[in-house]
C-alpha cells in the first residue's frame, strides 16, 4: 500500500532529512500519541535508513509535534491554530536559537497523527522542507468507507479475497491487519468506517456480534476512526421478538433506543447506522406506510442522546417506475426538511448506479433543509473487478467538480457535500471500498489508488486527480520519474478508456444481470425491465438512445436551468451524456462531423487503442520497479485487453444489428460474429464464485 516507506534514494534530499529529522520529540501520552509516535519512529526510520531518536525532551533541531495543551513550548510560539478545527495540523520550519526545527501542531492529538502522516507523505514524496509551511484541515465531518461485507465473510462486489473481519477469532483475538487497515484510513484522513454490507444481516446487533464488533471499534479509535453498522430495519422483528418493526409503533421506538444504549456501553464513541431501506428488496418503512424520513427518525431519536448519526441511502428505485433515473429524487426531495438533524442522506454520485460514467445527481442541488452526503466508489464493480485497470481519481473529481447552479453558477456537488452551498449540520463523503484477505489488500494494485484518491478528496475536494496520482505512485512504488511520468498517465487515461470500451457517448448499465463483468447489450426479458440492457439504451432501427427530455420521460426538469436546458437541448449537451439524455438517429451528425453510427465505432476502437497505449506505457518502466508488481499488472493489462476487445466487437455487433451501417474501413473487423459473444458472456466471463 502506500505506506511502503523505502530510504530516500536522493542523496542530497536524504542528507537534509537526517539533519531535520533525526531527533524527535511528540508531546502527550494518548493513545493517538503513542500512534502517531510509532508511525514517526518506523516512517522516518525507513525514510531516513536509520532509527530516528525519540527525545523525551525538545531536541535542539528535530521535529516536535503535539498539542498545545501538551506543549508549554509549542504553546509559547503563539501559533494561531483556530483555523485548524479538532482534526487538522500545522507543519511549519521554524528557527529559534539558531536551530531549526520542524514543528507539527495540532488542537487535538488526532490532528497530531494526521500532521505525522502529512510530514510523512511530504518525505516519501522527497519534498524540501526549505520553508515548510503547511495548513491543513478537512472539508466535510464524516470522512467514511462503506464496506459491503458478510457476515460469513463474502464481500459483495469485493473482489480481493474475504472480508477482513475474522469472525470466528473475535473478540479473543485481534489480528494485526485490523491495525494496518487502520494506519492506512488515519494516513489519508478517513475518520468512519462501516464494516457491514448494507444488505444488512440483523445479526450484528446480537449481543455476540456486538462483542466482537466493539473490539474492532477499540483498534480503531487511537486511529480517530469511529466505526458504524450497517443495521436491517427489521431487526426488532428479526432478532428482537417483536411482531412488527413500524417506526412509528412504541415499542419499536424502544427496541431501538435501548439498543443503541447498549451499543454505547460498548463503543461509547461509535459513529452510528448506516441504513438501505426499500431498496433492492431490503425492508423499511413503507411496509406500514410510512416514510423514509419516518423511518430515518425514529433512528435518529434512538442515537441522538448519544451523539450518533443515520446515514441514509438514497440509492431507491422501483419497477413501476417508467425511468429509473427519476426515482431517488422523486421519493427524496418531498420530503426535504423533514429528516432530524443528525440524518444524513447518502446518495450516489449519478442517478443510477456508479456507472462508467454519469451526470451528477440532481438530488445534489435539490435538498436545501436536508444535510446530504455523496456516495462514490472505489470497488470496480462496473470496472473490471480487480482485473482491469481503473483510476477513479478523475471520475472522483469530475463528479465534485459538477456544477448543479442550485445557487447560480459555482454551485458545485463538492460545495454542496461539504455543507458550505447549503449550510448543513452535518456533512461527509463516503466510497465503498474493497480491500479483502489478498496480499496486496484490493486485488488490482491499482485498486488502492482511488481508495487513496477517495481519501485526499474527502479531506480535500480542491486536490486535482492527477496531483493525487502522482502522490500516490511516488509513495506506493518510487520517485523515480521515468516511472512516475508514464504510469501517471495510465492512471489518468484508464478511466475514460473504461468509459469508451464500455459504454461511450453517455450509454449506461450494458451489463448483464447480476455480475456486471462483461459486454450484454442484448440483455432482455428479465423480471424487471430496469435491470435489463435495453431499457437503458433503447436501440431500434431509427437510433439509440434514452430520451429523458419532454418528449420523453423529462427527467432533465429534475436539474436547475441552465443544467436542464444544456442537457436536454442536442446541440448543447456534450458527447459524454448524449446517449444519457437523447434518443439519437444514426446519421446524426456529431460534432466531430462523422455520424452517430460512425462515432460510436470510433470511441470503441479508441477505447481498445488506449488499452493498448496503457500495455506499451507499461511495459517501457520495465526494470524500475519491483517485478512481482512489474509482472502481476502487465498480466492485468493483457486481460483488460483481452476484455475491451470483447466489449467492442459485443457492443458494435450488437449495435450493428439495429444501424445496419457498416464497420468503417480503417478499422480491425471483429474475430466473430455476434452470437459467439453472447454464448460467450453466458459462459466464460465470471471469473471467480464470489463475484456474483
Ligand atoms: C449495486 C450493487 C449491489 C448493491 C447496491 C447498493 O450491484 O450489490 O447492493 O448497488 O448500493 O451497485 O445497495
Not at 539533519?19 to 510509532?38: N, P, V, W
Not at 465531518?141 to 459491503?148: L, Q, T
Not at 462501516?194 to 466493539?214: H, Y
Not at 481498445?608 to 496503457?614: D, I, L, P, S, Y
Request: overall charge negative; some cysteine; charged content about 25%.
Amino acid at each position: 500500500m502506500w505506506l511502503n516507506y523505502q530510504t530516500v534514494d536522493d542523496s542530497e534530499r536524504l542528507q537534509e532529512y537526517r539533519a531535520m529529522l533525526s531527533d524527535i520529540y511528540l508531546a502527550g501520552g494518548s493513545e493517538t500519541i503513542d500512534a502517531a509516535k510509532a508511525e514517526l519512529n518506523d516512517g522516518l526510520g525507513q525514510l531516513l535508513g536509520e532509527t530516528p531518536n525519540l527525545l523525551n525532551s525538545i531536541p535542539e533541531a528535530g521535529v516536535v509535534a503535539g498539542t498545545i495543551q501538551n506543549s508549554d513550548w509549542l504553546r509559547n510560539l503563539d501559533l494561531d491554530l483556530s483555523r485548524l478545527g479538532p482534526e487538522g495540523y500545522l507543519i511549519r520550519k521554524i528557527d529559534t536559537d539558531g536551530r531549526s526545527k520542524i514543528i507539527i501542531a495540532a488542537n487535538q492529538d488526532i490532528g497530531v497523527l494526521y500532521g505525522v502522516f502529512g510530514l510523512l507523505r511530504h518525505v516519501q514524496t522527497h519534498q524540501t522542507l526549505d520553508d515548510i509551511s503547511i495548513e491543513r484541515s478537512p472539508k466535510v465531518e464524516y470522512r467514511m468507507v462503506n464496506h459491503w461485507d458478510n457476515l460469513d465473510r463474502l464481500v459483495e462486489r469485493g473482489y480481493a479475497g474475504l472480508s477482513l473481519w475474522e469472525w470466528g477469532t473475535l473478540p479473543e483475538y485481534k489480528h494485526p491487519r485490523y491495525t494496518d487497515y487502520a494506519r492506512f484510513n488515519a494516513s489519508i484522513g478517513i475518520n468512519a468506517s462501516v464494516i457491514n454490507n448494507v444488505n444488512a444481516d440483523p445479526e450484528i446487533l446480537t449481543d455476540q456480534f456486538l462483542e466482537k464488533v466493539s473490539v474492532l471499534a477499540d483498534v480503531f479509535r487511537p486511529y480517530g476512526i469511529q466505526l458504524f453498522l450497517s443495521i436491517n430495519f427489521q431487526s426488532p422483528q428479526r432478532i428482537g421478538g417483536l411482531d412488527t418493526s413500524d417506526p412509528l409503533n412504541p415499542d419499536v421506538n424502544e427496541w431501538w433506543a435501548e439498543k443503541a444504549d447498549e451499543i454505547y456501553e460498548l463503543i461509547p464513541d461509535f459513529g452510528g447506522f448506516l441504513v438501505k431501506a426499500d431498496s433492492e428488496g431490503q425492508p423499511g418503512p413503507f411496509a406500514y406506510n410510512r416514510t423514509h424520513a419516518e423511518g430515518a427518525n425514529m433512528l435518529a431519536k434512538a442515537l441522538e442522546p448519544h451523539g450518533g448519526m443515520v446515514v441514509w441511502r438514497a440509492f431507491v428505485y422501483d419497477p413501476a417506475q417508467s425511468d429509473r433515473f427519476r426515482e431517488a429524487y422523486d421519493e427524496f426531495v418531498p420530503l426535504d426538511g423533514q429528516f432530524m438533524d443528525n440524518v444524513i442522506l447518502q446518495v450516489k454520485n449519478g442517478p443510477i448506479d456508479f456507472q462508467p460514467r454519469e451526470p451528477f445527481s440532481p438530488l445534489f442541488g435539490a435538498m436545501e433543509e436536508t444535510n446530504t452526503m455523496i456516495e462514490l466508489q472505489v470497488t470496480q464493480e462496473y470496472f473490471g473487478f480487480s482485473q482491469h485497470l481503473a483510476y477513479m481519481g478523475t471520475l472522483f473529481t469530475e463528479a465534485l467538480q459538477a456544477d448543479t447552479y442550485a445557487k447560480g453558477e459555482g454551485s458545485t456537488v463538492a460545495k454542496v457535500v461539504d455543507g458550505s452551498l447549503f449550510d448543513y449540520e452535518h456533512t461527509g463523503m463516503a466510497a465503498v471500498i474493497n480491500p479483502g484477505t489478498d496480499e496486496n489488500w484490493t486485488g488490482h494494485p491499482f485498486v488502492q489508488s482511488s481508495w487513496y484518491a477517495f481519501g485526499r478528496l474527502a479531506w480535500d475536494h480542491t486536490l486535482s486527480a492527477e496531483q493525487i496520482a502522482d502522490e500516490w505512485l511516488r509513495m506506493t512504488f518510487t520517485n523515480n520519474i521515468d516511472f512516475v511520468d508514464p504510469v501517471k498517465e495510465i492512471m489518468m487515461e484508464s478511466r475514460e478508456a473504461g468509459v469508451n470500451y464500455r459504454m461511450p457517448l453517455g450509454l449506461t448499465h450494458l451489463y448483464d444481470q447480476g455480475h456486471h463483468y462483461g459486454p450484454a447489450p442484448w440483455t432482455a426479458d428479465l423480471p424487471r425491465p430496469d435491470w435489463t440492457a435495453v431499457y437503458y439504451h433503447k436501440a431500434d432501427d431509427n437510433g439509440i438512445g434514452f430520451d429523458r427530455t419532454v418528449t420523453g420521460s423529462n427527467a432533465i426538469e429534475q436539474y436547475h436551468e441552465p443544467v436542464a436546458e444544456r442537457f436536454g437541448d442536442l446541440n448543447s449537451v456534450s458527447d459524454d451524456y448524449l446517449l444519457w439524455f437523447h434518443h439519437v438517429g444514426w446519421d446524426h451528425e456529431m460534432n466531430s462531423g462523422r455520424t452517430l453510427w460512425e462515432e460510436l465505432v470510433h470511441k470503441y476502437y479508441k477505447g481498445v487503442e488506449q488499452v493498448r497505449g496503457m500495455q506499451q506505457q507499461w511495459e517501457s518502466i520495465k526494470g524500475l520497479i519491483d517485478s512481482e508488481r512489474y509482472e502481476h499488472v502487465k498480466a492485468l493489462l493483457d486481460i483488460q485487453e483481452r476484455d475491451a476487445v470483447r466489449w467492442r466487437d459485443s457492443c458494435v455487433l450488437y449495435f450493428q444489428s439495429f444501424s445496419g451501417k457498416p464497420i468503417p474501413d480503417q478499422y480491425e473487423k471483429p474475430e466473430h460474429d455476434l452470437d459467439h459473444y453472447i454464448e460467450l458472456e453466458k459462459t466464460k466471463y465470471v471469473p471467480d464464485p464470489w463475484y456474483n
